[in-house]
């Protein structure tokens, strides 16, 4: 009905719906009219205008089973009176907007205020001085302005980076940074201070103390001037100290490696989920086409009482048999499930749908039959009653209407599940013979154990006939799938995916448990995870059903103890028969747990819909992208095209990558950092001017905030990644060893620095450049001692590249091809600004055995760096790490509020749609319950039975509920309750509605639906047609 709450479009189409609603016989005024009416008013509603819905559809030109005919022409002329089926996206800021945005930096400010007082300045002469008086710190600081905004400052990143945050949680790495930058730019404002009062100081004392000065009127612009060059310098120090580049880092990283990794099929939808990944510590990985291929097969049957360890030959199979076999899996499918030819000529049938569906019509065809004559003979559309599939219920039952009047069942599901319901079996002649529940127990013992313990998975196939009258309560479901037949139980394979188990061994090695969680039979899951190699024999390991996890994790009153999880999670590999809220609750149970020092970082593989909240709660939700619902897509932070978990591991080598590249960053910025502010700071304390010029230091600035994040934050991973364990939430960013480096490197910068400064003019007989006038022309001494300087860095970029004390710095730098442009770039720019760059770079052209001196102590570096790597960390005590995050610090008061502030305006349209969309359905359920309760003459006129043909596109998606009261969370199968009789007053049976649960992410509190099955959702009902429209 398109997007009905556009106002706009609205007020612009009023004329079109007046044209064209005699096309239609429906206008969109009223489609929104009826949207707005809720439960029986909507009923009444359509039977008052239309006659029934299926007298809407007719006004619609549409069908209730069939949907739209699809053809361009109709498509356009709907779109025209209706409206686009599209949320509008956020409006994207302007460049103007950011620029603007970009200019509210503080520093900015104060440079932009220091650059106009500087800039009105320089037009000023003092008298005797003549044209010859320059001011070209006025021209340093304008040029400081581009330079900054173009980075952006720390805060703006800052502010992009929460507004990209999905979780209420900052993550680790953003934190630690965070933190860290916050006590460099504490340390540099100081710096910075504290060099601006010692210039002032020193200026008015040598100026008025000791020369005897007088502070004359017409003297007043010139002192001014001073003093606003050294508050220059004072900011400039503070430019340098501050590490704006780190937010930088991180997005070029993050963006770099994101780019990257859909390459390795991961596509990448919350930035931070890519660094951490790097510190996982856990993986809770479906089975099913993630451990698995997803190509099931039928590879063993039990079927008239024999057990075929093959496909059986079609003639050795009762006729009688084989014809409800055939018919059972036929009808008992969803009609979207086929087998195709294959694409190529040799290649295998192609499966389309469900995977396991997909097996039982191979194993049709396996029989040499064919399913598509009986779909043909029974349409969806007739198919009477569907019990959908869902992870309560375990098994898919279709009621059918024979010629006859009576009625027949076709069931499928879990073998152990459904054998139980079972009262009868075919035997060798096609006849139903008694199956007592010791004929069950020999069955469990002698066919489906060893079937699962090959890794099968059993699947068993069973019917009931139902006499016409008087016809069944089919709300009942308990009564209804019960008594079954079996017809046969088979074995499906689904084969583990050849690359699996080297992975799993590469995450095992790198600190990482991979845990399986999934909703088949324990054998089996057993089998598969001694397969993949997730458990191996001998270990200390455990592998429970979903029964037993939840008796050993709740309390007498059913709830949930963290204690008793955390006497579990440690051990456990193997979660078999679970349901989705069991994988919620393991999920909860690690990453709440303290029994560990660190805390543990879980990654989760989901894809169906219910798997929304634990990928929500996941610290990284991983979605399949070929298999995966549209909710899981929405609730993960990365999606796998591929579907596969070796992906995963990709995923982990790219997040640790980025955790390295960050801290090569930070190694080599820092030791910028320390150089230059010290450089800056004891230059102008003694000399009264710093050695680095403004422009200077903005161009070193630039070396190492944009081109080396760009540099070092695009290192390619290597396997070397994952021979560690994880880093952890609370290790420092900046290591012992990293402490070293860049003390060790600062050292030998500031020597040579500090050499040149006060010995290089006597080493180059050249003129000296210390204590020079204020608009003095650039001096060779100065230009060496920044072509040094710049030459140091560049060398030292290369030493950056290894942060674990490593010897060969140059491994795999041509693996980077953008380091080395950028390495080879930024020297040849340093040659034309010495060379040319004049008075703006306060620089004098260099001879080439000056230059040869300058790249001489630069290539001393990476000698430099083979004497430190040389002393061994751990013989300097006195070295401290940098940059922890504490536990208290995870979690940011003012981000408590995140979520609801975040969501743009697509967001909160599509969110409001949700609720309203809900709340409506809880409130058609909770009339619904009533007038049964009541048992009026209303129930009859809601939904006859009649009326109640049923369709099953939808049974891959389980059905939720709104509950007001606390949410029942179904601990174990319906079937089970049998055993349980407290557990059977407190729960009910599954309903068959199959309702759209694209709210996962709306916040309604949502729990599996156990309701009766009045509401089912039926083609002819107008739950239905409310369902299908949204």
């Keep these: 009905m398109g997007d009905m709450t556009n106002s706009d479009f609205y007020s612009k189409n009023q004329r079109n719906e007046a044209n064209h609603a005699g096309e239609f016989g429906c206008t969109l005024q009223e489609l929104r009219s009826l949207m707005e009416l809720r439960g029986t008013e909507a009923v009444v509603k359509i039977k008052e205008t239309y006659g029934e819905t299926e007298g809407l559809c007719r006004h619609l030109k549409t069908s209730p089973t069939e949907g739209l005919a699809g053809t361009a022409a109709d498509l356009e002329k709907r779109k025209l009176i209706f409206g686009k089926n599209f949320i509008p996206p956020k409006k994207p800021k302007t460049f103007l907007q950011l620029v603007w945005e970009a200019l509210q930096d503080v520093t900015l400010i104060i440079l932009e205020i220091a650059a106009i007082i500087s800039l009105g300045l320089s037009f000023y002469q003092p008298p005797g001085e003549g044209n010859e008086a320059k001011q070209q710190d006025g021209a340093a600081a304008m040029e400081m302005q581009p330079l900054k905004s173009a980075e952006g400052g720390e805060g703006d990143d800052k502010d992009k980076k929460k507004s990209n945050m999905h979780k209420k949680e900052k993550s680790v790495l953003q934190g630690k940074l965070t933190k860290l930058a916050v006590q460099i730019g504490k340390a540099g404002l100081v710096m910075s201070a504290i060099t601006v009062i010692i210039l002032v100081l020193y200026f008015a004392i040598d100026t008025f103390v000791v020369n005897k000065k007088q502070w004359l009127p017409e003297c007043t612009p010139v002192y001014v001037q001073y003093f606003v060059k050294f508050f220059i310098i004072g900011v400039t120090v503070l430019v340098v100290a501050v590490p704006e580049g780190l937010p930088l880092a991180v997005t070029i990283s993050l963006a770099y490696s994101v780019k990257k990794m859909m390459k390795d099929n991961n596509l990448v939808r919350h930035l931070d989920a890519c660094e951490t990944m790097g510190n996982a510590t856990a993986i809770c990985s479906d089975k099913t086409g993630t451990l698995t291929t997803n190509r099931m097969t039928v590879v063993q049957a039990y079927v008239g009482d024999v057990h075929y360890k093959e496909i059986p030959d079609p003639d050795s199979v009762p006729t009688k048999t084989l014809d409800l076999l055939v018919n059972a899996i036929a009808i008992n499918s969803a009609y979207t499930t086929k087998i195709l030819p294959p694409e190529k000529e040799g290649g295998l049938p192609r499966q389309v749908g469900n995977k396991t569906e997909c097996g039982l019509l191979g194993f049709v065809l396996d029989l040499k039959q064919d399913y598509e004559p009986v779909r043909n003979l029974m349409p969806e559309e007739k198919l009477y009653k569907v019990y959908t599939f869902n992870s309560v219920r375990k098994s898919m039952s279709t009621v059918i209407k024979m010629p006859d009047g009576s009625f027949r069942m076709y069931s499928k599901g879990a073998s152990e599940i459904v054998l139980k319901k079972c009262s009868r079996i075919l035997n060798a002649a096609g006849e139903p013979r008694i199956f007592r529940p010791r004929d069950r127990d020999e069955m469990v013992k002698k066919v489906i154990e060893p079937m699962a313990c090959d890794g099968l998975r059993t699947i068993c196939v069973a019917f009931r006939d139902f006499n016409s009258s008087p016809e069944p309560d089919w709300d009942n479901e308990n009564d209804i799938l019960s008594d079954l037949t079996c017809i046969c139980v088979v074995g499906i394979e689904d084969p583990v995916r050849p690359e699996v188990p080297e992975a799993i061994r590469k995450c095992q090695r790198a600190g990482i448990t991979v845990r399986m969680v999934t909703g088949d039979n324990i054998n089996t899951a057993r089998a598969i995870a001694i397969k ?58 690690i990453i709440d747990s303290t029994q560990v020092e660190q805390r543990q970082v879980v990654a989760v593989t989901g894809d169906g819909t219910n798997d929304g909240p634990a990928l929500k709660k996941a610290d990284v939700g991983f979605a399949m992208g070929i298999a995966g619902t549209d909710v899981a897509k929405e609730a993960s932070d990365i999606i796998l095209t591929d579907d596969n978990f070796s992906s995963i591991v990709k995923a982990v080598m790219w997040g640790r990558n980025v955790y390295d590249s960050i801290s090569k960053f930070l190694q080599f910025q820092l030791t910028v950092n320390i150089v230059a502010v010290i450089v800056a700071f004891t230059g102008a304390c003694i000399t009264q001017d710093s050695p680095l010029k403004a422009v200077q230091m903005l161009w070193v600035n630039l070396i190492m ?23 952890g939430r609370n290790k420092p960013l900046i290591s012992r060893t990293m402490m070293k480096n860049i003390l060790g490197h600062a050292v030998y910068q500031l020597t040579l620095i500090f050499t040149l400064l006060f010995v290089g003019e006597k080493m180059f007989k050249i003129d000296s450049g210390r204590n020079a006038p204020l608009h003095s022309p650039p001096s060779e001494h100065y230009t060496i001692i920044f072509n040094t300087f710049v030459m140091m860095q560049l060398f030292n970029e290369i030493n950056a590249r290894k942060i674990h004390g490593e010897r060969n710095v140059f491994d795999g730098i041509f693996r980077n091809p953008i380091f080395c442009t950028i390495v080879l770039g930024t020297f040849a720019i ?82 409001r749609g949700q609720i309203l969309w809900f709340r409506g359905l809880n409130r058609i359920q909770t009339q619904i319950r009533v007038v049964k309760a009541f048992r009026s003459s209303l129930y009859e006129g809601l939904e006859k039975p009649e009326s109640r043909t049923s369709i099953h596109n939808f049974m891959t998606h389980p059905e939720f509920r709104i509950e007001d009261s606390q949410p029942h969370i179904p601990l174990i199968d319906d079937t089970d309750l049998e055993e349980d009789p407290a557990l059977k007053k407190n729960s009910s049976p599954p309903s068959s509605l199959n309702k759209n649960n694209s709210a996962i992410d709306s916040g309604i509190n949502l729990t599996t639906d156990t309701s009766k099955s009045a509401t089912s959702s039926s083609p002819g009902s107008p739950i239905h047609s409310l369902e299908t429209s949204l």
Aim: glycine residues 6%; aromatic residues 8%.
């Design 705 to 727: 905030d944009t081109f080396a994040s760009l540099a070092l934050a695009t290192e390619p991973p290597t396997e070397a990644l994952l021979l560690r364990k994880p880093y």
């Design 532 to 589: 993949c190699g997730i458990i191996h024999p001998g270990e200390d390991f455990l592998c429970l059903e979903g029964k037993e996890f939840n008796r050993r994790i709740r309390n007498e009153k059913g709830e949930i103890e963290q204690e008793r999880i955390d006497k579990i999670w440690p051990k456990l590999r193997v979660l078999a028969r679970s349901s989705p809220t069991d994988k919620h609750t393991l999920v909860k149970g």
């Design 830 to 911: 340093q040659i034309v600004i010495v060379q040319f760059g004049g008075k703006p770079f306060s620089c004098s052209p260099l001879q080439l055995d000056q230059w040869m001196w300058c790249v001489f102590i630069g290539l001393g570096e990476l000698v430099w760096g083979q004497v430190i790597a040389t002393i061994p960390t751990s013989r300097l005590k006195f070295l401290k790490e940098a940059g922890r995050l504490t536990e208290k610090e995870e979690v940011p008061e003012e981000e408590l509020n995140e979520d609801v502030e975040e969501i743009d305006h697509a967001e909160r349209e599509l969110r």
